[in-house]
């Protein structure tokens, strides 16, 4: 946090920052793997439904989900973990981001963002299997909101004028947003092109989910690392943003254009247009690369 900040509240921030650590490291892993076998055991029992219609229409479905019941037990744990891996790194530079050191704002923001994106991630599973047979709350929003609590009260907190942090607040949602949509919808390109029952040969509109795939992917590492980036006020870190964004856009307008069951991809258009929109008003660059301290 900039040094220009009361010491109180860098206190009160570097605070929420350590109380959501030890939740990263003492609570978070334990939701993501209680998750895990509830969302499995839907999978399952809609794979069994899908395959007692005995259509074709419904064994492709079957076999769709037979690889994304895999990909659930793999990215749950995998998120999980790196939850806590970030906890761990925010208790380390506790001390140094309440001394004001400015690699430390960057590094502190990308460990919050993990939780952040982790649980946006494993809300739409659990919310198609769980939450559709059974109702309840998405633990998965917990895991959220331990990450976007303190993301948001270190951006929002640190001394500033009301243009900063109406900058800061917009640009940083939406990177998190951005990374977290194009990781998910990666995800779902890679168990259409991977899990479909005609593979290795590709089915009618399946090569387009190589792009949806590793360019949404792409997307996400690029934009994951312009948080990092950007919180230390690097100009490599809005080259990341608006190279990622473009990324976004391009491979999820063309995977939406082929593949249009959903809106997913092109929601992914629509925040790569609003960030890179975002990045090219003059003020916004200009803030996000200088310290204003009000």
């Given at each position: 946090?900039?040094l220009?900040?009361?010491?109180?509240?860098?206190?009160?921030?570097?605070?929420?920052?350590?109380?959501?650590?030890?939740?990263?490291?003492?609570?978070?892993p334990?939701?993501?793997?209680?998750?895990?076998?509830?969302?499995?055991?839907?999978?399952?029992?809609?794979?069994?439904?899908?395959?007692?219609?005995?259509?074709?229409?419904?064994?492709?479905?079957?076999?769709?989900?037979?690889?994304t019941?895999?990909?659930?037990?793999?990215?749950?744990?995998?998120?999980?973990?790196?939850?806590?891996?970030?906890?761990?790194?925010?208790?380390?530079?506790?001390?140094?981001?309440?001394?004001?050191?400015?690699?430390?704002?960057?590094?502190?923001?990308?460990?919050?963002?993990?939780?952040?994106?982790?649980?946006?991630?494993?809300?739409?599973?659990?919310?198609?299997?769980?939450?559709?047979?059974?109702?309840?709350?998405?633990?998965?929003?917990?895991?959220?909101?331990?990450?976007?609590?303190?993301?948001?009260?270190?951006?929002?907190?640190?001394?500033?004028?009301?243009?900063?942090?109406?900058?800061?607040?917009?640009?940083?949602?939406?990177?998190?947003?951005?990374?977290?949509?194009?990781?998910?919808?990666?995800?779902?390109?890679?168990?259409?092109?991977?899990?479909?029952?005609?593979?290795?040969?590709?089915?009618e509109?399946?090569?387009?989910?190589?792009?949806?795939?590793?360019?949404?992917?792409?997307s996400?590492?690029?934009?994951?690392?312009?948080?990092?980036?950007?919180?230390?006020?690097?100009?490599?870190?809005?080259?990341?943003?608006?190279?990622?964004?473009?990324?976004?856009?391009?491979?999820?307008?063309?995977?939406?254009?082929?593949?249009?069951?959903?809106?997913?991809?092109?929601?992914?258009?629509?925040?790569?247009?609003?960030?890179?929109?975002?990045?090219?008003?003059?003020?916004?660059?200009?803030?996000?690369l200088?310290?204003?301290?009000?």
């Amino acid at each position: 946090m900039l040094l220009s900040t009361s010491r109180q509240v860098r206190l009160a921030v570097v605070t929420l920052v350590v109380i959501a650590a030890i939740l990263m490291i003492a609570v978070i892993p334990f939701i993501g793997f209680d998750m895990v076998n509830p969302i499995v055991q839907g999978q399952q029992a809609r794979i069994e439904k899908f395959k007692a219609e005995g259509t074709p229409e419904m064994a492709v479905q079957a076999a769709l989900l037979e690889l994304t019941v895999w990909l659930v037990s793999f990215f749950y744990p995998f998120w999980s973990v790196l939850s806590l891996a970030a906890g761990i790194a925010l208790l380390v530079i506790a001390k140094d981001l309440y001394n004001g050191e400015k690699w430390a704002r960057g590094f502190a923001l990308l460990c919050l963002a993990i939780p952040a994106m982790g649980g946006a991630y494993m809300i739409v599973p659990w919310m198609n299997f769980v939450g559709s047979v059974k109702g309840g709350f998405p633990p998965a929003v917990i895991i959220m909101s331990i990450g976007l609590i303190p993301y948001f009260a270190l951006l929002l907190l640190e001394k500033g004028d009301w243009m900063q942090k109406v900058v800061d607040f917009l640009v940083f949602l939406m990177l998190g947003v951005i990374s977290a949509e194009s990781f998910a919808n990666g995800h779902a390109a890679f168990r259409i092109l991977y899990g479909h029952p005609k593979r290795p040969l590709f089915a009618e509109d399946i090569s387009i989910t190589y792009v949806g795939w590793l360019g949404l992917w792409i997307s996400a590492a690029l934009t994951i690392a312009a948080i990092y980036l950007l919180g230390n006020r690097k100009l490599s870190g809005w080259y990341y943003a608006y190279i990622g964004a473009w990324v976004a856009i391009i491979a999820g307008g063309a995977t939406h254009y082929v593949r249009h069951a959903t809106n997913d991809y092109l929601y992914n258009v629509l925040m790569g247009v609003s960030l890179v929109v975002m990045l090219l008003i003059p003020v916004f660059k200009q803030r996000l690369l200088k310290e204003y301290s009000g």
